[in-house]
């Protein structure tokens, strides 16, 4: 397993009030993400384990793309990768945050 970590500031926290949500299912060849409400306003942190060697630069841009469009600020998302392509990750990612406004 490849383990893979990303910091980012973000302008402003996500709007919501929900604690965690949890999108898409491991097993099925996808993955898995989980978003937690546990840090400061303006931070954010991304944890992914993946199966797939070799393409943390690729996971960077997802994640660095995801934070610049959704603004994910106070959220832990930790990401358990079953083999998932980009888009199906940007997805994913999207569908979190909009569990977490809710």
């Not at 299912?25 to 898995?32: I, R």
């Amino acid at each position: 397993m490849e383990k893979l970590s990303f910091q980012h500031t973000t302008r402003k926290s996500l709007p919501g009030a929900r604690a965690q949500a949890i999108t898409g299912v491991v097993a099925s060849g996808n993955l898995e993400v989980l978003l937690e409400r546990v840090l400061p306003p303006t931070a954010c942190t991304v944890e992914i384990e993946t199966s797939i060697h070799g393409f943390g630069d690729v996971w960077e841009a997802v994640v660095a793309d995801f934070v610049a469009r959704a603004q994910p600020g106070g959220l832990r998302i930790t990401i358990n990768d079953g083999g998932a392509r980009p888009d199906t990750v940007s997805l994913r990612l999207l569908q979190g945050a909009r569990l977490m406004e809710v």
